[in-house]
């Protein structure tokens, strides 16, 4: 069965600060990944999706995130935050064709000082 | 489209009491799935279906719990009864064909407190 690791549950970063939010997942074939954010009292959206292809996929917001077999990461960054992005950001991945379910993380609660 | 629609948003009721949440998917997807979220557990799936027949009940916490989805444009999920420790917010959401493939999208959940 699949997992996935979000080591950190509470980032605080500047205004303007460049961000990375950190992913592992566990999973024995190529994994279908996906970030997901939670603003408060909403539900979640989905930021970016990687299947195949290019490593480094870009999705919604100005997010990007990168994926490196290697260490079965799927880390998301963004150069330059704004006080807007300030939310809980979740990682999942799925066993891809054929299978129903997303697997979570515990999420990372990211803060954003002015 | 309008989305995954949940309702209702909030929902407050006594211990003891029966609950219905109500969620409508998005029009041709053909999977949906209940999610608990709590800050403790996190987000928990509490079932899903596939072209409105249960897949997998594994996460349905105990028996006050059930889901149903009579078609393909609404489900419920009805806790009978309540009870305190079933206070969270609960998400709906739905997927073209298996969600392990596209993703899912979202509904805006439903906060209930139980008192």
């Known amino acids: 069965a699949q997992s996935v690791t979000q080591p950190d549950i509470h980032i605080t970063v500047s205004e303007g600060a460049s961000l990375e939010l950190r992913c592992n997942y566990s999973?024995?074939?190529?994994?279908?990944l996906f970030w997901y954010v939670q603003s408060p009292g909403q539900g979640l959206q989905l930021l970016l999706k990687?299947?195949?292809?290019?490593?480094l996929v870009q999705g919604i917001k100005g997010f990007e995130a990168e994926f490196k077999r290697s260490q079965s990461s799927f880390n998301l960054r963004k150069p330059s935050v704004h006080w807007s992005d300030a939310a809980e950001y979740f990682c999942?991945?799925?066993?891809?064709?054929?299978?129903?379910?997303?697997?979570f993380g515990k999420g990372t609660k990211l803060s954003v000082i002015p | 489209d309008a989305g995954v629609i949940q309702s209702p948003r909030h929902e407050v009721t006594e211990m003891g009491q029966e609950v219905t949440l109500r969620c409508k998917p998005i029009?041709?997807?053909?999977?949906l799935f209940w999610y608990r979220q709590t800050m403790m557990r996190g987000l928990e799936l509490l079932i899903y279906?596939?072209?409105?027949?249960?897949?997998?009940d594994s996460g349905m916490p105990e028996d006050r719990f059930s889901a149903k989805m009579p078609n393909a444009s609404f489900s419920t999920l009805k806790i009978q009864p309540s009870e305190p420790r079933d206070s969270a917010v609960y998400f709906c959401?739905?997927?073209?064909?298996?969600?392990?493939?596209?993703?899912?999208?979202f509904g805006s959940g439903t906060r209930l407190t139980v008192v």
């Open positions: 029009s041709g997807h053909n999977s």
């Open positions: 999942a991945v799925g066993a891809g064709a054929g299978s129903y379910q997303l697997t």
């Open positions: 999973y024995g074939a190529t994994p279908y």
């Open positions: 279906f596939n072209n409105n027949v249960p897949i997998d």
């Open positions: 990687y299947f195949s292809g290019d490593t």
């Open positions: 959401a739905s997927s073209f064909r298996q969600g392990g493939s596209y993703g899912y999208t």
